[in-house]
């Protein structure tokens, strides 16, 4: 089984409907974020938390919210969603002493 | 915002030859990765640099970080088909955690037989 487990992983639905994205983690890492993949543009930092009780907002949080469940889950809601919101996206952990960052394996959300 | 230009964007070469991908930045970074993100999968760290000049090797991976912490490249000699992939360069800001990590613009390897 993966470390960190990403649901759906792929989803089509349409403009103004509320998404909810879900990761959950067995690396035992306070460190949670999520990602927006695009091509040609890398990966955005949308959301970070660096334990149950810390939200962040990273360089694209607009349009986007999450929710800090407990240490292993961390979800990610679209109140409304647009097309330009159509993505990969990952979720991630990391220790605190190191930079690594593990991921899932994406979530693939269209919407139309 | 601290930008991570990488190039080529795209490159597609046979089986056995070298090549270089560069990750170009005005910024400074404390320290930087990279990166392998094969199809329907999440990136995977392949190295983190440090010190400015530093050189890594990972079998047919060469990883040089520039002497003012500013760019990198990754170097592979004779690739191979299981070299496919997208790789991406991070950098991290001052302080140098995660939270901080900049994703470069990403190079698309496709090695072919």
């Known amino acids: 089984d993966a470390d960190v487990t990403q649901t759906p992983r792929n989803r089509i639905t349409k403009t103004g409907k509320r998404i909810m994205l879900e990761c959950s983690q067995t690396?035992?890492?306070?460190?949670m974020y999520w990602y927006r993949q695009d091509p040609g543009l890398g990966l955005r930092l949308i959301y970070y938390?660096?334990?149950?009780?810390?939200?962040n907002k990273g360089e694209i949080s607009d349009g986007y919210s999450v929710s800090r469940q407990a240490q292993a889950k961390f979800s990610l809601s679209l109140e409304s969603a647009i097309p330009n919101q159509t993505a990969l996206y990952f979720c991630?952990?990391?220790?605190?002493?190191?930079?690594?960052?593990?991921f899932g394996e994406g979530s693939r959300l269209t919407v139309l | 915002t601290q930008l991570l230009e990488q190039s080529p964007q795209f490159l597609s070469i046979q089986e056995g030859e070298n090549l270089t991908v560069y990750c170009n930045s005005s910024?400074?970074?404390?320290?930087l990765q990279w990166y392998r993100q094969e199809p329907g999968e999440g990136p995977v760290l392949l190295v983190t640099?440090?010190?400015?000049?530093e050189v890594k090797k990972l079998k047919r991976l060469t990883f040089q970080f520039g002497d003012a912490r500013k760019d990198s490249s990754l170097h592979i000699t004779a690739a191979q088909p299981g070299d496919t992939g997208l790789y991406l360069c991070?950098?991290?800001?001052?302080?140098?955690?995660?939270?901080?990590?900049?994703f470069g613009t990403g190079t698309r390897l496709q090695v072919t037989l």
């Open positions: 938390s660096f334990d149950v009780k810390d939200i």
């Open positions: 991630a952990t990391s220790g605190l002493y190191t930079g690594e960052l593990f």
């Open positions: 991070a950098g991290a800001g001052v302080g140098g955690t995660a939270s901080k990590l900049t």
């Open positions: 690396k035992g890492h306070d460190r």
């Open positions: 910024s400074v970074f404390s320290s």
């Open positions: 640099v440090v010190t400015g000049g």
